[in-house]
Nanobody
Framework: QVQLVESGGGLVQAGGSLRLSCAAS??????MGWFRQAPGKERELVAA????????IYADSVKGRFTISGDNAKNTVYLQMNSLKPEDTAVYYC?????????????WGQGTQVTVSS
């Protein structure tokens, strides 16, 4: 059974930074990533990484500000978020699965709240 535990969320002022962490226990999968969902908005894939190739993808809204990284051996992924904006406010979920395209159908953590004040 796969369990994902996120940490690092919180309240930060616009322009600030946060680093989210996610530790997965159980079997390892080829891909890990982060989704987010704000109230009244659709879920959005923020960033993902495929371990074997190191390939990363980012939502256009976070390119240049967020960086995904991690340690495949430790089954841990991070999301460094810089230059945060109020529109980044959301619950952030860690996920793991087979491919970036199917990540949403993989395993999910409970989520961590990120709130950016203006």
């Amino acid at each position: 059974q796969v369990q994902l535990v996120e940490s690092g969320g919180g309240l930060v002022q616009a322009g600030g930074s946060l680093r989210l962490s996610c530790a997965a226990s159980g079997p390892t999968f080829p891909t890990m990533g982060w989704f987010r969902q704000a109230p009244g908005k659709e879920r959005e894939l923020v960033a993902a990484i495929r371990w074997s190739s190191g390939r990363t993808i980012y939502a256009d809204s976070v390119k240049g500000r967020f960086t995904i990284s991690g340690d495949n051996a430790k089954n841990t992924v991070y999301l460094q978020m810089n230059s945060l904006k109020p529109e980044d406010t959301a619950v952030y979920y860690c996920t793991t699965g087979g491919t970036i395209a199917t990540l949403a159908r993989g395993y999910w953590g409970q989520g961590t709240q990120v709130t950016v004040s203006s």
